[in-house]
Every structure is written in structure tokens, then in C-alpha cells.
């Protein structure tokens, strides 16, 4: 899912609890903002920490004035071949900067019928990834190769290409499953431990420990049923919670008990994280929660007349008109995508990733 | 609804329509002004115009302001396309204009976000008598939560921004730094604007008869010199343009674009503080937004809905939320909001939109002929040749100095490619907190108090 989802839904779970509504309109608080910070923090953990300390077993680093993709093939095939043998292979590809808007671009593919690592050299392109015309690689033998991992068989949540164009190259790791299959596995380091319910718990109780030392009772203590210090690392915990909950939703799942598992899980496959409709479903419900929790926990309200003057209609024009057009267009869209056989939005690849503004889709 | 029908049709009004022509015809010549924020140019015309205040009846002049500011919110992309940004709204926009300029496909760029623009004209007119319903009540629920909804969006710009560079070497450190180095860029610059805006509004240096020019300067210094700078620096000039005899555009972009835009431009125009730019990112996020036609067509939807929502929020009878400078500009010749008066600024802000359409590709032809003629460098020299002393004549050596500290730090974001909204931490940081209450407390600490 997009950040902003994962933010908006934070700030949507902490509203729920009445006394941070009150500690927001009453005591200027920025309680409720904490929810939106831990929401969006799994995604921060991964794309600005975890995936500079993650170590691979082998980096390709194409030599742009010696292109051959059977080099680049060989390589991959050498962390399978280490997958093979000791269970885990990771592997690091570069990218090729020709100049400052200059880039010489390659695709790897992994061909499961054939058990063939498949790379491609690509033109070169700018950082928009708009190709030149011309500046294909003229020798096919060196252009494409085709390389054969023996006694392999892959398996791949995504049966797609990979272009390695700008920026940051992908990484994969190769995994030996107990059925022998080899699994790819796209960007190792993603959604492992910062997407964790384990690490959720302990952030949290580190902060109730804090928050039980530091914050006293507040006013009215005789209104709420939760402790003022309590607030804290539970809205810490569900903000956490529902980005794991909503990343579950895709295709790429998380590790949820990290380190008690090992491995990422599958997602659900429901919907694709970059996809247009589900993402503004989440954002949609997530606002209209804000706003009936805002209202319906407003501070006095005997005193103060309500924003919503009529539930149903606020529910009705508000939540659920919107959501049957959202409803008409994805399953619309969905038809169509069925009826054109157009591939689903290319989540998984680097051009992908790099295009996307918001990381966190990936 | 006959009555309503009787007023918006009585060929008295047409010197309504006359006046916001005017309006449109001078937003033109606003747009081109480089770097000045139409809110400030708009409060010195009106300062000559308020002078024929006898002469002029107030819907006249509210209806000269609503041809203003529609066709600078839709004319604006013109040469902010092809001579830079004015505002922090258009700096949004800038990059992916850019880009399509440097293809040869300005022309395109203009026209997507014109039709945006248009249809965020629309969505406003056919949600202007919905707004008299829900809107009291979306006032009276968010009042108090104002700060932390700027608080959010705070957090949000700032967390939202990822790591950019190559990641190339064996040590993970270097990779490390090299990544962060934007983002601490980022967080750096966004912390000094802040400063610098506790500083400009807790004790401002402009002389104080031009009081109202007081934030100039730093827009001045933060969004527009450094852009000039680049465009001086830079070598490269404008390829040839290509004008298409056709657009590609279907449906379902036009109501993508037009929906993502609208949520961004309302959010924006509803929130204090919050601009287009800043606006639009969150909206872009929201709705998943990738397409590169999507994007500028949505952001010609957010920055008119921005513009022209924000005015006409003052205008709902009943709800008393004034947005955005233009709105302050009027209140004092504005003393009593009818529902007539509502929809006769709905019915002129969708004739001040027509027309300024219409001139759209004439403009930007224009403009498209004056960078063929004229070096691109050129035309930066002497926009900031003008824009330089109209800021000392306005604020003095005060504003000068003001100006010369925030180019400074608006050079920051663009020689460190880093998000140059961050730079609206003048506004966002010194507001918030003030709304929270902290503000005093900043300025205890900062010993301005």
C-alpha cells in the first residue's frame, strides 16, 4: 500500500480512542499524529535503514563498455548455485550510469519451464527510463543470453521481468525450499522484521514502560476506561498493526513473528499495493472514521452541536455512495484488464520502484 | 429558483462579466510577473483600484478578483512552464513540466493541465450547492483539531521523502550517508525555513506601512531566485516545441486526473496554510497516481480548485471560513454573504473559466514564440532584474536582507535535489505551532521575545 494509506489508517486507529480526541481538542495534543508516525514507520524502517545494512553474497556491477549478459547471467546463476548448496544465495544488481541522465538499461527474468536465468540488455535511457532509439546493443550474442541453472526448479510469487534501468539496482535472494524448489524472492530485506507484530509489541512496551513513568493522569480521569499512560503504546501498537494488516491484503506478505519465523509469508493477493482503487478505499474509510470519531467524541457535547447532523446520511452520501463507485470502477477495470489480458501493474520490477515517488508501494 | 434565474439572467449584470473578463486579461500580465505570489500583486492592484472604490460596486469588484484568480490559476502554467515557477503551488509542478519542455511537448503540458483545470472549475460549480450543506459541519468538526491536521501533514511531507542515489559501493555506511544526505538536506531545510518564519512573523524587517508585503520577500528568496539562478547557470536552452494537431486523452484519465487534483486542491484550500503543492503530493498519494499525464492534468486541477476554492469558500453563506489572501483582500468591501451572491460567483467563476480556456492556446503560442526569439537565460536575467528592486520598493533594505537569507536556503533543495516543499516550513512550522500553542515558547527560545 501507499504511505499515505499506511499514514491516514494510523491516524484513523488512534482516533478511535475518545480520550486522545479530547487531548487533541482540549489540551492541544499531537497524540493523534502519533498513530499516522507509526503508521508509515515499518515502510520508513525498510527504505531508509534496513536496505543499506543488508548484505548479499554476490554483486553484479555491469561494466557498461564491456556489455555481455551472459557475464550478468552467470553471476545470478552463482547464488543459485550457492542457494543450492547451503540453502540461501542472495544477489545484488547494479545499475549503469552512462552520464548525469544517462543510463544503459537490462532486464532478468527467471524462466520456470525452462530453469533458465534470462537477461537481456536494454537500450540506453534517461531517468524518465525513456529509451534512445538506436542504442540497442548491435550483438545479439552478447545482447541476450539464456543461462540454464541444472537440476533447478524455480518457484516465484511474480512470473515477471525485472528492467534494471536507474538508481538503485534489485536485489533477490534464491531460497532452497524442502520440496527442492528453488524460491526468488524480490527484495529480501523488505517487509521482514520491521513488518512484524513482534516488533510492533516491543516498541510498544518500551513506550508503555516510558508513558507509565512520565504521564500522569490528565483531566477527567473518571471519563476514561483506559489509563492516560496507556494510550500511547496502544496507539503506537494498532498504528503499527494496521500497516501490516493492509500490506497483507497484496501479493509481497510480511514476517510476522520475526525471529520466531523465518521466512516473508504470501500476502493474501487480493489487490495490488500500487493499485489506483484499493488504495483510496483504505484512505477513503480511514478519513470518513477521522471525521465521525472527531464528531461523535467532540468535548461537550451537550454544549456543542454535533457536525453530523444525520448518521445515515453521513454514512450513506459520504461512505457508501462513494464506495459503490469505487466498486463499479475496480470491477470494471478488472474486466477489462481480463478482457485485454494486459498484465497488472508492474509492481514488482525496479522500473517500478524507481518511478514510483512512493517507495512504499513495492 | 425563478428569482435566483431573474438575477443570474439580468442583462444588468453584465458588467459582471465584463469586470471578470478584465480580471482574466490581467491575470496574463500577473503571471508573467516572475516570482511574485498573485496574492501580493493582486493586493497592490486592488490598493489602486480600491482608489475608484465609488465607481465601483462591490460585486464588481469581487467579480474583477474572480476573473483574477481563475485565470491565474489556469494561466499560470503558461510561462511557469516555459520561465519558471512563481510560487511554491507552481514548484510542484515545475519537474514534470520541465521534463515534457525538454521533450518538446510544453505545449502538451499546458494543454493537460488547462483541461485539469477546467475540470476542477466544473466539479466546484456542480458541488457548489452541496458545499452549503456539508461544509458548516465539516468546519465545526475540524476547528479544533486545525493544528494537528497541519501537524499530520507535516509529518507526512516529511517522512514521505525516500532516499535517493546509487547505492553502488561495498561499504554499507557510504551507502548509507550518500541516501540520507537528501533526506537530511530535506529535514535540514525544512527546520531553517521554519526558523526563518518565526523569525519574519515574530519580527518582521519590512518598513510597516507595507506590512502586507511582509512575506514577499521570502517567497521571493526561497521559491523564485534560486530557480532564476539555475536558469542563468544552466547552459542548455529550450528544443524546439512541438504542437500537436491532437491530444490523447480519454475519459477515464480526464476523471482521474480531474478527481485526484479536486481532493488535493479542496484539501488544500480547506486547510490553512496548506498549498497546492503540498496539497497535491497527498492527493497524488492517496489516489496512487504513477501515469506522467496523470499527474500534470491533476495538478491543473489542484492548483484552480486551490485558488478558486479557497475564494469561494468565503462566499458560502453560513459558513464564515476565510482561505487564502484574496479572500482577506475583499472582506472589507463585502458586508453581507447572500445565496444569490454565492451562485452569481459560481455563475462568474465558470464564464471567468471559459474565457480564460479560450485563451490558453493563444498564450501559450505566444510564449512559445518569445523563447524561440529570445534566450532562455536571457529572459531569467531580466525576470530577476525585475524582481529584485520591485522587492526593495516594496520592502526595503529589510526585505533585501530577508530575501538574500531565504535564497539561500532555497538554493538548498535544488543543488542537493531534494523536495524544495520542504522550503514551506516558513509557513507550516512557526502556523502549527502557534495554533498548538508553542509558539511563544519558540520564540522565548529563539529570544525573539
Given at each position: 500500500m501507499k504511505g499515505f494509506t499506511h499514514f491516514i489508517s494510523g491516524i484513523a486507529v488512534a482516533s478511535f480512542f475518545p480520550q486522545a480526541v479530547h487531548m487533541a481538542s482540549q489540551e492541544q495534543s499531537f497524540i493523534l499524529c502519533l498513530g499516522g508516525i507509526f503508521g508509515i514507520l515499518p515502510d520508513t524502517l525498510d527504505f531508509k535503514f534496513a536496505k543499506y545494512f543488508h548484505k548479499s553474497d554476490f554483486e553484479i556491477r555491469p561494466d557498461p563498455d564491456d556489455l555481455d549478459a551472459n557475464v550478468i547471467a552467470n553471476d545470478v546463476v552463482k547464488a543459485i548455485n550457492k542457494a543450492k548448496e547451503t540453502g540461501r544465495g542472495t544477489v545484488q544488481l547494479h545499475t549503469m550510469q552512462l552520464a548525469s541522465n544517462r543510463w544503459r538499461s537490462y532486464t532478468l527474468g527467471f524462466d520456470s519451464k525452462s530453469s533458465e536465468v534470462c537477461v537481456e540488455i536494454g537500450p540506453i535511457v534517461d531517468t524518465g527510463q525513456i529509451p534512445f532509439e538506436g542504442t540497442e546493443l548491435k550483438d545479439p550474442k552478447r545482447s541476450v543470453a539464456r543461462v540454464k541453472v541444472d537440476d533447478c526448479e524455480f518457484y516465484q510469487q511474480f512470473d515477471k521481468k525485472s528492467q534494471i534501468a536507474i538508481m538503485t539496482g534489485p536485489c533477490f535472494e534464491f531460497v532452497k525450499r524442502e520440496n527442492g524448489k528453488i524460491e526468488i524472492v524480490f527484495l529480501p530485506w523488505h517487509r521482514t522484521w520491521s513488518h512484524s507484530f513482534t516488533l510492533g509489541l516491543l516498541i510498544s512496551f518500551i513506550v508503555g514502560i516510558i508513558s507509565f513513568l512520565t504521564v500522569g493522569d490528565g483531566p477527567n480521569p473518571e471519563l476514561y476506561t483506559i489509563p492516560r499512560w496507556m494510550l500511547y503504546p496502544l496507539i503506537i501498537l494498532f498504528g503499527s498493526m494496521v500497516h501490516i494488516i493492509e500490506d497483507s491484503t497484496g501479493f509481497m506478505g510480511n514476517n510476522l513473528f520475526y525471529p520466531f519465523t523465518k521466512d516473508r509469508t504470501n500476502g493474501l493477493g487480493l489487490m495490488s499495493a500500487a493499485e489506483a482503487i484499493p488504495n483510496f478505499l483504505f484512505v477513503w474509510t480511514s478519513i470518513i472514521c477521522i471525521l465521525f470519531n472527531l464528531d461523535r467524541f467532540r468535548w461537550a457535547p451537550d454544549e456543542v452541536a454535533a457536525g453530523i447532523s444525520s448518521q445515515l446520511a453521513f454514512w450513506g452520501w459520504f461512505y457508501l455512495l462513494p464506495l459503490a463507485v469505487m466498486a463499479y470502477y475496480f470491477f470494471k477495470g478488472k474486466r477489462e484488464k481480463a478482457i485485454k489480458a494486459v498484465k497488472t501493474v508492474d509492481f514488482d520490477s525496479q522500473s517500478g520502484a524507481e518511478q514510483e515517488t512512493d517507495v512504499s508501494v513495492i | 429558483m425563478s428569482e435566483l434565474l431573474n438575477y443570474l439572467l439580468n442583462p444588468g449584470h453584465l458588467d459582471l462579466i465584463y469586470f471578470s473578463v478584465i480580471g482574466v486579461l490581467f491575470s496574463c500580465f500577473i503571471s508573467f510577473?516572475?516570482?511574485?505570489?498573485i496574492y501580493n500583486v493582486i493586493g497592490i492592484f486592488l490598493l489602486v483600484v480600491l482608489k475608484f472604490e465609488a465607481a465601483m460596486a462591490p460585486m464588481q469588484l469581487i467579480s474583477l478578483c474572480i476573473g483574477m484568480i481563475v485565470g491565474y490559476s489556469i494561466l499560470n502554467t503558461v510561462p511557469a512552464t516555459y520561465f519558471g515557477p512563481g510560487d511554491e503551488s507552481l514548484s510542484y509542478y515545475i519537474l514534470p513540466g520541465a521534463d515534457w519542455l525538454a521533450k518538446g511537448r510544453g505545449f502538451e503540458s499546458v494543454i493537460l493541465t488547462g483541461v485539469g483545470a477546467l475540470g476542477g472549475i466544473i466539479l466546484l460549480a456542480i458541488l457548489a450547492p452541496a458545499f452549503v450543506w456539508f461544509l458548516p459541519g465539516l468546519k465545526s468538526i475540524t476547528a479544533p483539531h486545525m493544528f494537528w491536521i497541519i501537524g499530520a501533514v507535516i509529518a507526512y511531507c516529511l517522512l514521505s521523502e525516500w532516499p535517493k542515489g546509487l547505492s553502488q559501493s561495498e561499504n554499507c555506511w557510504t551507502n548509507f550517508f550518500e541516501g540520507w544526505k537528501y533526506l537530511g538536506v530535506g529535514l535540514i531545510t525544512f527546520l531553517l525555513s521554519g526558523i526563518l518564519g518565526f523569525i519574519v512573523m515574530a519580527k518582521t524587517m519590512v518598513p510597516i506601512e507595507f506590512a502586507f508585503q511582509s512575506i514577499t520577500p521570502v517567497f521571493v528568496g526561497l521559491f523564485a531566485i534560486p530557480w532564476l539562478i539555475t536558469n542563468i547557470i544552466n547552459i542548455g536552452s529550450i528544443p524546439p516545441q512541438h504542437e500537436p494537431e491532437s491530444m490523447e486523452l480519454d475519459w477515464d484519465l480526464v476523471r482521474r486526473g480531474t478527481f485526484g487534483g479536486f481532493l488535493g486542491g479542496f484539501f488544500a484550500a480547506f486547510i490553512p496554510i496548506v498549498t497546492a503543492g503540498v496539497g497535491g503530493l497527498m492527493a497524488g498519494h492517496a489516489t496512487a497516481q504513477r501515469d506522467g499525464r496523470l499527474f500534470v492534468m491533476s495538478y491543473g486541477t489542484c492548483k484552480t480548485v486551490y485558488y478558486v476554492g479557497s475564494f469561494l469558500l468565503f462566499f458560502i453563506p453560513g459558513l464564515s471560513l476565510t482561505r487564502g489572501g484574496l479572500a482577506w483582500i475583499v472582506t472589507p468591501v463585502v458586508t453581507s454573504l447572500t445565496v444569490k451572491e454565492y451562485f452569481l460567483f459560481v455563475a462568474i467563476m465558470i464564464i471567468s473559466a471559459g474565457f480564460s480556456f479560450l485563451l490558453l492556446i493563444p498564450f501559450t503560442r505566444a510564449c512559445i514564440k518569445l523563447v524561440k526569439r529570445v534566450p532562455y537565460h536571457w529572459i531569467s536575467v531580466l525576470a530577476l532584474i525585475i524582481v529584485v528592486p520591485a522587492v526593495y520598493s516594496f520592502t526595503g533594505w529589510g526585505g533585501m536582507a530577508i530575501m538574500t537569507v531565504a535564497t539561500g536556503l532555497g538554493l538548498f533543495p535544488v543543488l542537493f535535489q531534494a523536495r524544495r516543499m520542504n522550503l514551506m516550513g516558513v509557513l507550516l512550522l512557526p502556523v502549527c505551532l502557534n495554533m498548538a500553542g508553542y509558539g511563544n515558547d519558540i520564540l522565548r527560545f529563539l529570544g525573539l521575545l
Amino acid at each position: 500500500m501507499k504511505g499515505f494509506t499506511h499514514f491516514i489508517s494510523g491516524i484513523a486507529v488512534a482516533s478511535f480512542f475518545p480520550q486522545a480526541v479530547h487531548m487533541a481538542s482540549q489540551e492541544q495534543s499531537f497524540i493523534l499524529c502519533l498513530g499516522g508516525i507509526f503508521g508509515i514507520l515499518p515502510d520508513t524502517l525498510d527504505f531508509k535503514f534496513a536496505k543499506y545494512f543488508h548484505k548479499s553474497d554476490f554483486e553484479i556491477r555491469p561494466d557498461p563498455d564491456d556489455l555481455d549478459a551472459n557475464v550478468i547471467a552467470n553471476d545470478v546463476v552463482k547464488a543459485i548455485n550457492k542457494a543450492k548448496e547451503t540453502g540461501r544465495g542472495t544477489v545484488q544488481l547494479h545499475t549503469m550510469q552512462l552520464a548525469s541522465n544517462r543510463w544503459r538499461s537490462y532486464t532478468l527474468g527467471f524462466d520456470s519451464k525452462s530453469s533458465e536465468v534470462c537477461v537481456e540488455i536494454g537500450p540506453i535511457v534517461d531517468t524518465g527510463q525513456i529509451p534512445f532509439e538506436g542504442t540497442e546493443l548491435k550483438d545479439p550474442k552478447r545482447s541476450v543470453a539464456r543461462v540454464k541453472v541444472d537440476d533447478c526448479e524455480f518457484y516465484q510469487q511474480f512470473d515477471k521481468k525485472s528492467q534494471i534501468a536507474i538508481m538503485t539496482g534489485p536485489c533477490f535472494e534464491f531460497v532452497k525450499r524442502e520440496n527442492g524448489k528453488i524460491e526468488i524472492v524480490f527484495l529480501p530485506w523488505h517487509r521482514t522484521w520491521s513488518h512484524s507484530f513482534t516488533l510492533g509489541l516491543l516498541i510498544s512496551f518500551i513506550v508503555g514502560i516510558i508513558s507509565f513513568l512520565t504521564v500522569g493522569d490528565g483531566p477527567n480521569p473518571e471519563l476514561y476506561t483506559i489509563p492516560r499512560w496507556m494510550l500511547y503504546p496502544l496507539i503506537i501498537l494498532f498504528g503499527s498493526m494496521v500497516h501490516i494488516i493492509e500490506d497483507s491484503t497484496g501479493f509481497m506478505g510480511n514476517n510476522l513473528f520475526y525471529p520466531f519465523t523465518k521466512d516473508r509469508t504470501n500476502g493474501l493477493g487480493l489487490m495490488s499495493a500500487a493499485e489506483a482503487i484499493p488504495n483510496f478505499l483504505f484512505v477513503w474509510t480511514s478519513i470518513i472514521c477521522i471525521l465521525f470519531n472527531l464528531d461523535r467524541f467532540r468535548w461537550a457535547p451537550d454544549e456543542v452541536a454535533a457536525g453530523i447532523s444525520s448518521q445515515l446520511a453521513f454514512w450513506g452520501w459520504f461512505y457508501l455512495l462513494p464506495l459503490a463507485v469505487m466498486a463499479y470502477y475496480f470491477f470494471k477495470g478488472k474486466r477489462e484488464k481480463a478482457i485485454k489480458a494486459v498484465k497488472t501493474v508492474d509492481f514488482d520490477s525496479q522500473s517500478g520502484a524507481e518511478q514510483e515517488t512512493d517507495v512504499s508501494v513495492i | 429558483m425563478s428569482e435566483l434565474l431573474n438575477y443570474l439572467l439580468n442583462p444588468g449584470h453584465l458588467d459582471l462579466i465584463y469586470f471578470s473578463v478584465i480580471g482574466v486579461l490581467f491575470s496574463c500580465f500577473i503571471s508573467f510577473l516572475p516570482a511574485l505570489h498573485i496574492y501580493n500583486v493582486i493586493g497592490i492592484f486592488l490598493l489602486v483600484v480600491l482608489k475608484f472604490e465609488a465607481a465601483m460596486a462591490p460585486m464588481q469588484l469581487i467579480s474583477l478578483c474572480i476573473g483574477m484568480i481563475v485565470g491565474y490559476s489556469i494561466l499560470n502554467t503558461v510561462p511557469a512552464t516555459y520561465f519558471g515557477p512563481g510560487d511554491e503551488s507552481l514548484s510542484y509542478y515545475i519537474l514534470p513540466g520541465a521534463d515534457w519542455l525538454a521533450k518538446g511537448r510544453g505545449f502538451e503540458s499546458v494543454i493537460l493541465t488547462g483541461v485539469g483545470a477546467l475540470g476542477g472549475i466544473i466539479l466546484l460549480a456542480i458541488l457548489a450547492p452541496a458545499f452549503v450543506w456539508f461544509l458548516p459541519g465539516l468546519k465545526s468538526i475540524t476547528a479544533p483539531h486545525m493544528f494537528w491536521i497541519i501537524g499530520a501533514v507535516i509529518a507526512y511531507c516529511l517522512l514521505s521523502e525516500w532516499p535517493k542515489g546509487l547505492s553502488q559501493s561495498e561499504n554499507c555506511w557510504t551507502n548509507f550517508f550518500e541516501g540520507w544526505k537528501y533526506l537530511g538536506v530535506g529535514l535540514i531545510t525544512f527546520l531553517l525555513s521554519g526558523i526563518l518564519g518565526f523569525i519574519v512573523m515574530a519580527k518582521t524587517m519590512v518598513p510597516i506601512e507595507f506590512a502586507f508585503q511582509s512575506i514577499t520577500p521570502v517567497f521571493v528568496g526561497l521559491f523564485a531566485i534560486p530557480w532564476l539562478i539555475t536558469n542563468i547557470i544552466n547552459i542548455g536552452s529550450i528544443p524546439p516545441q512541438h504542437e500537436p494537431e491532437s491530444m490523447e486523452l480519454d475519459w477515464d484519465l480526464v476523471r482521474r486526473g480531474t478527481f485526484g487534483g479536486f481532493l488535493g486542491g479542496f484539501f488544500a484550500a480547506f486547510i490553512p496554510i496548506v498549498t497546492a503543492g503540498v496539497g497535491g503530493l497527498m492527493a497524488g498519494h492517496a489516489t496512487a497516481q504513477r501515469d506522467g499525464r496523470l499527474f500534470v492534468m491533476s495538478y491543473g486541477t489542484c492548483k484552480t480548485v486551490y485558488y478558486v476554492g479557497s475564494f469561494l469558500l468565503f462566499f458560502i453563506p453560513g459558513l464564515s471560513l476565510t482561505r487564502g489572501g484574496l479572500a482577506w483582500i475583499v472582506t472589507p468591501v463585502v458586508t453581507s454573504l447572500t445565496v444569490k451572491e454565492y451562485f452569481l460567483f459560481v455563475a462568474i467563476m465558470i464564464i471567468s473559466a471559459g474565457f480564460s480556456f479560450l485563451l490558453l492556446i493563444p498564450f501559450t503560442r505566444a510564449c512559445i514564440k518569445l523563447v524561440k526569439r529570445v534566450p532562455y537565460h536571457w529572459i531569467s536575467v531580466l525576470a530577476l532584474i525585475i524582481v529584485v528592486p520591485a522587492v526593495y520598493s516594496f520592502t526595503g533594505w529589510g526585505g533585501m536582507a530577508i530575501m538574500t537569507v531565504a535564497t539561500g536556503l532555497g538554493l538548498f533543495p535544488v543543488l542537493f535535489q531534494a523536495r524544495r516543499m520542504n522550503l514551506m516550513g516558513v509557513l507550516l512550522l512557526p502556523v502549527c505551532l502557534n495554533m498548538a500553542g508553542y509558539g511563544n515558547d519558540i520564540l522565548r527560545f529563539l529570544g525573539l521575545l
